[in-house]
Antibody
Framework: QGQHVQSGAEVKKPGASVKVSCKAS????????IHWVRQAPGQRLEWMGW????????RYSQRFQGRVTFTRDTSADTAYMDLSSLRSEDTAVYYC????????????????WGQGTLVTVSS | DIVMTQSPDSLAVSLGERATINCKSS????????????LAWYQQKPRQPPRLLIY???TRESGVPDRFSGSGSGTDFTLTISSLQAEDVAIYYC?????????FGQGTKLEIK
């Protein structure tokens, strides 16, 4: 069974950037797509996009296009999410999740989730 | 975007009784080519990430107890817990994995009566 372990909670000021990591174990990292999903207080889960851990291809939700960047380090089986120009509305728990199909595509179910990283944006 | 709407928002069921949660999509999530509806269900307990329970509307993920079942096709779906256990207290979400962007329901909070 696989597992994702994410980096710890962050507190950032408006306008700053945050980088969250997601270390995978228990499966072959490069054969799957890692998606990022966030959960703001009182809001439903929101999909942000994905990175193909094999070739590094990325796809971003239009809502975050231009503000978010996904990268990965295959030597460390780790994916990263970088979100810039933070505002208070970005306060949320950010999750990495594996696309269950193994196919690089937006519309997938998510079978392995990280524990979540709380990002708080406050002045 | 496909809008997912769950009902009810909250539900209280006695231990051992059946719990039923509904999910409706604003458009069909059925692929005619394989006759599969691309609808998933997740369970989220406090301070935990979501856990995939069911995909393709009715296929149980490995390790999920068989008291959990999914049904429905097209736009209307149901998650049923046949005999509620104390550990089933959680928020349940549906998600369509039919088209981009994947979207989630607002969640249904399940409690013990």
């Amino acid at each position: 069974q696989g597992q994702h372990v994410q980096s710890g909670a962050e507190v950032k000021k408006p306008g700053a950037s945050v980088k969250v990591s997601c270390k995978a174990s228990g499966y072959t990292f490069t054969t799957y797509t890692i998606h990022w999903v966030r959960q703001a207080p009182g809001q439903r889960l929101e999909w942000m996009g994905w990175i193909n851990a094999g070739n590094g291809d990325t796809r971003y939700s239009q809502r975050f296009q231009g503000r978010v960047t996904f990268t990965r380090d295959t030597s460390a089986d780790t994916a990263y999410m970088d979100l810039s120009s933070l505002r208070s509305e970005d306060t949320a728990v950010y999750y990495c999740a594996r696309g269950s199909s193994g196919i690089p595509r937006d519309h997938d179910a998510f079978d392995i989730w990280g524990q979540g990283t709380l990002v708080t944006v406050s002045s | 975007d496909i809008v997912m709407t769950q009902s009810p928002d909250s539900l209280a069921v006695s231990l051992g009784e059946r719990a039923t949660i509904n999910c409706k999509s604003s458009q069909s999530v059925l692929y005619n080519s394989n006759n599969k509806s691309y609808l998933a269900w997740y369970q989220q307990k406090p301070r935990q990430p979501p856990r995939l329970l069911i995909y393709w509307a009715s296929t149980r993920e490995s390790g999920v107890p068989d008291r959990f079942s999914g049904s429905g096709s097209g736009t209307d779906f149901t998650l049923t817990i046949s005999s509620l256990q104390a550990e089933d207290v959680a928020i349940y979400y549906c998600q369509q994995h039919y088209s981009s962007p994947p979207t989630f329901g607002q969640g249904t909070k399940l409690e013990i009566k």
